[in-house]
C-alpha cells in the first residue's frame, strides 16, 4: 500500500528572480492549500510531467499539481543529470533550470520505456550508444549530436557492470535499456520509504510514502515499468494511461479525449450536413485529416451524402 497527500497553495506561484534561471515563488494572499493524493487522482502524471517544455508548461504544471520538492527544503529527486545546487539558497529554490533538467531526465528514461512497451527497437538506438568496449545512456535532447558530457555509461568490459555487459551481443539495445531504468529508477527511489500509519481506529499500517511530489512521480514510473500498474495508449492521443482489471477491456481512450473526439464528429457531421467536402472541413475545423476522413466515412455509411 502507498500514501501520498500534497498540496498547492490557492494563489499559486510564479516566476521570480533573474529572468534567465527564473525560480518558482508563492504568490502572496494565499488564505489556504488545496491537497491531493497523486498516486491515485493522476497516475499518468509522471508522464505530463515528462512532455512539459516550455516555462509556460511548467509554470501551469506548479500551480495545479504543486513544486516539486517537500516545503522547498530539500532535493531529494536529482533525477539523472548531475546538477550544481546554489548552496546560498536557503531554503533552496526551484530554479527553470532545475525543473528542465528533471523533466530530461524523466522525459529520456520514459522514451526508453515506451520504445520497448511499443516494440520500436530501433528507436532505442537514440539513447543506447555503443562506443567500442563501452555503452551509454543519451540522456540529452535528441535534436542535439551525442555526446559523453550528456550521457551515463550503463556499463563495460572493464568492470562496470561486466558481469550483465558479458551477456549481450555489441549493438544490442533492449539489454542496456532494461539496465538503465533499473539503474536511474533504484537511484530515484532512495527517497520513497516505508512509513508506518495509524488509523482513525488506532490501528498500524505499512505505507510506502513519497517525500515529495518528485519522488512521488518516479514512483509512478516505477509503477509503470515494473507492471505493478497498467498502461496502454490511448487511442486517440496515443499517450499512455492506466487501465484497471475491472475496464482494461472497455477502456480504449482517456474520457477527456473522448469527449472533445465525440464533439469534433459532431462538427464534421454538420459539415458534411452541410455539403462541405473533407478539404473544405480540414480547412475549416484543423482537425486531423485522417480523423476527418473516418468520420465523413461513417457519415456516409449512416445515409449522408
Given at each position: 500500500m502507498y500514501h501520498f497527500v500534497w498540496s498547492v497553495p490557492e494563489k499559486g506561484y510564479y516566476w521570480a528572480g533573474d529572468s534567465d534561471d527564473p525560480y518558482l515563488e508563492e504568490l502572496p494572499g494565499s488564505l489556504r492549500e488545496i491537497s491531493y493524493h497523486p498516486l491515485e487522482e493522476y497516475p499518468e502524471l509522471f508522464f505530463a510531467f515528462s512532455q512539459l517544455s516550455t516555462p509556460d508548461d511548467i509554470l501551469r504544471f506548479a500551480n495545479q499539481y504543486g513544486v516539486l520538492v517537500a516545503n522547498q527544503n530539500h532535493f531529494g529527486t536529482q533525477g539523472i543529470i548531475k546538477k550544481k545546487m546554489r548552496i546560498n539558497d536557503i531554503p533552496p529554490l526551484e530554479y527553470l533550470s532545475m525543473w528542465k533538467n528533471e523533466i530530461q531526465s524523466m522525459r529520456s528514461l520514459v522514451e526508453v520505456w515506451s520504445w520497448i512497451k511499443k516494440g520500436y527497437k530501433s528507436k532505442l538506438g537514440l539513447r543506447i550508444i555503443w562506443d567500442q568496449n563501452k555503452v551509454f545512456f543519451y540522456y540529452g535532447p535528441l535534436n542535439e549530436k551525442f555526446t559523453e558530457e550528456k550521457a551515463i555509461k550503463i556499463a563495460d568490459d572493464k568492470g562496470y557492470y561486466t558481469h550483465i555487459y558479458s551477456t549481450w551481443k555489441k549493438g544490442s539495445l533492449i539489454g542496456p535499456a532494461e539496465l538503465i531504468l533499473q539503474i536511474s529508477l533504484n537511484n530515484q527511489l532512495k527517497m520513497v520509504s516505508p512509513r508506518i500509519i495509524r488509523d482513525t481506529s488506532g490501528n498500524l499500517h505499512s505505507y510506502i510514502m513519497p517525500h515529495s511530489l518528485g519522488?512521488?512521480?518516479?514512483?509512478?514510473?516505477?509503477?509503470?515499468?515494473?507492471?505493478?500498474?497498467?498502461?496502454?495508449?490511448?487511442?486517440?492521443?496515443?499517450?499512455?494511461?492506466?487501465?484497471?482489471?475491472?475496464?482494461?477491456?472497455?477502456?480504449?481512450?482517456?474520457?477527456?479525449?473522448?469527449?472533445?473526439?465525440?464533439?469534433?464528429?459532431?462538427?464534421?457531421?454538420?459539415?458534411?450536413?452541410?455539403?462541405?467536402?473533407?478539404?473544405?472541413?480540414?480547412?475549416?475545423?484543423?482537425?486531423?485529416?485522417?480523423?476527418?476522413?473516418?468520420?465523413?466515412?461513417?457519415?456516409?455509411?449512416?445515409?449522408?451524402?
Open positions: 519522488d512521488a512521480l518516479w514512483l509512478q514510473f516505477y509503477f509503470a515499468v515494473t507492471g505493478i500498474k497498467k498502461f496502454v495508449q490511448c487511442e486517440i492521443c496515443d499517450e499512455w494511461m492506466e487501465i484497471t482489471d475491472i475496464n482494461r477491456k472497455t477502456k480504449k481512450a482517456h474520457d477527456k479525449c473522448r469527449k472533445r473526439d465525440w464533439a469534433q464528429k459532431q462538427r464534421v457531421f454538420a459539415l458534411c450536413n452541410s455539403g462541405n467536402n473533407a478539404e473544405d472541413i480540414v480547412n475549416e475545423t484543423g482537425f486531423d485529416k485522417s480523423r476527418i476522413m473516418k468520420w465523413i466515412s461513417e457519415f456516409q455509411s449512416k445515409g449522408g451524402k
